[in-house]
């Protein structure tokens, strides 16, 4: 599994119409399907080890346009593991409390203790994203933020923390096709709301602003992963594949027991 052909090279300019929304790998569903569980088990493996360690820290950043596919791929990728080493933040509209601080203040506050893998369902990117789409601040502020987070992963990273970063990538059409779903299937009317019609309405400055967070953020140490996500079984598998690679390029281990114990025999 190639996955560092999705990785964006830092220094290089991403022009989103040239990756496939749709691309699969070449792999049939039904091996890619058995792979992923493969894959799944191994993180699971992988996650009670980074636990146990006890040494270490991950941080998983998932950012999409809306429909893109953010809590689908929690569920699948995560659905073998403990959920004991494992929290979820959901970013949501910023409180009134949460605006009146600077946009790093309620992200701080959730990323990962030693042992323990964090995933962030939005960020703050969404400060580059739909601040910078609707204007939320004014340019001058929002294209300093690039540099700011930047720096903020560093200090994470040097205080031992390794992050990934996903950016779903579907298609127009694709966004077309499930919110049409979440309008016509009861059980998902949940997910939907007008404003996702408006939303639509930005495609291109969404996909810019895709383009300029990952041009201008994606680090060798903190990298963007451009994840086809047409195909959600392809999406997990990268998903989780990357974070395997990640973790075991991290040399865990279980941590020495505790001096004298060979041998006791318990009566
Ligand atoms: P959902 O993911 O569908 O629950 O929607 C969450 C909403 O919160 C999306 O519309 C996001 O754009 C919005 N949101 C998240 N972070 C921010 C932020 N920093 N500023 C403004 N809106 C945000
Ligand atoms: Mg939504």
Known sequence: MDTDRY???????????A????????????DGQAQLEKERFELARLQELLYADGRH???VVLQAIDAGGKDGTIRSVFE????????VTS????????VAHDYLWRVHQHVPRSGILSIFNRSHYEDVLVVRVHGLVPKAQWSKRYGHIKAFEQMLIDEGTTVR????????EEQRVRQQ????????NWKFAKADLEER?????????FEDMVTKTSTAASPWYVIPANRNWYRNLLVTTVLNEALRGLGLRYPPPEEGIAGLVVN
């Open 165 to 172: 970063k996903f950016l779903l990538h579907i298609s127009k």
């Open 91 to 98: 970013f949501k509209r910023p409180t009134d409390v949460e």
């Open 19 to 30: 990756w496939d929304p749709a691309d699969d790998g070449g792999l049939d569903k039904v």
């Open 57 to 59: 820290k991950l941080l």
């Open 181 to 188: 779903e979440r309008i016509d299937d009861p059980s998902k």
């Open 7 to 17: 990785r964006v090279k830092p220094g290089s300019k991403v022009g989103l119409a």
């Open 80 to 87: 073998r593991v403990n959920p004991q080493g494992v929290e």
């Open 201 to 209: 309405k930005h495609w291109d400055a969404y996909q810019a602003a």
